[in-house]
């Protein structure tokens, strides 16, 4: 069964800084992989997805995620952090057409 | 375009009452639709898969007689948390499929059961 792990729970970063937020993704199939972004008492906004057509994905707000079959990661990353970052991130990946499967999220805070 | 709705936003209920909640695809066609269920500080769960004219499919532990689903519609799915109790306070997302392996989200449902 396809799967994602999130390592971290909860990262925390200063304004300007390296964001990296790990996924992990166990799968037995070329994975369909996501990154979701979700603010306070929101529903989820897609910030990216490999699709298996550039291992390098580019998302909104900056982010972007390296698909690397070798280490079965799809870390997230953003080269300077800003303060509206803060949210609670979310691996997922789809085992099929249908239903998504979530990692347990990483909560992102950004010092000032 | 892709914009899923859902209603209401926030609800508080008393212990015993049902609540519906509905999840709507706006601008697309949506044969299937999901429902979640998010507690505080945890991940998105899986509860059902809603298909356009036929019975939900319930993920294992999820009880098919409290939580009725209902997709009568290629635009809308409906939740009904039959006599609903404290413990089913929780945040309660729907998504639409688009597309192959492409799902849009609704903004959720905050359920508080007093």
């Known amino acids: 069964a396809q799967s994602v792990t999130q390592l971290g729970s909860h990262v925390s970063v200063s304004e300007g800084a390296l964001v990296l937020l790990r996924c992990n993704y166990s799968?037995?199939?070329?994975?369909?992989l996501f990154w979701y972004v979700q603010y306070p008492n929101q529903g989820l906004q897609l910030l990216l997805k490999?699709?298996?057509?550039?291992?390098l994905v580019k998302g909104i707000n900056g982010f972007e995620a390296e698909f690397k079959k070798s280490e079965t990661s799809f870390h997230l990353t953003k080269p300077s952090a800003h303060m509206s970052d803060a949210a609670e991130y979310f691996c997922?990946?789809?085992?099929?057409?249908?239903?998504?499967?979530f990692g347990a999220g990483t909560r992102l805070t950004v010092k000032p | 375009g892709a914009v899923v709705s859902q209603h209401p936003s926030r609800v508080i209920c008393k212990s015993g009452t049902s609540v519906k909640i509905e999840c709507r695809s706006l601008d697309f066609q949506a044969t299937t639709m999901f429902w979640y269920r998010q507690f505080p500080k945890q991940s998105l769960m899986l509860m059902a898969t809603?298909?356009?004219?036929?019975?939900?499919?319930?993920e294992q532990g999820v009880e098919k007689d409290k939580f009725l689903i209902n997709h009568a519609s290629l635009t809308l799915s409906t939740l009904t948390v039959t006599s609903a109790h404290p413990e089913d306070s929780s945040f309660y997302i729907c998504?639409?499929?688009?597309?192959?392996?492409?799902?849009?989200f609704g903004p959720g449902t905050r359920l508080l059961v007093l």
């Open positions: 998504s639409a499929n688009g597309g192959p392996r492409t799902q849009y």
């Open positions: 490999y699709t298996s057509a550039a291992t």
């Open positions: 799968s037995s199939v070329p994975p369909y």
């Open positions: 997922a990946v789809t085992p099929n057409n249908n239903d998504m499967r």
């Open positions: 809603s298909n356009e004219g036929s019975k939900a499919t319930y």
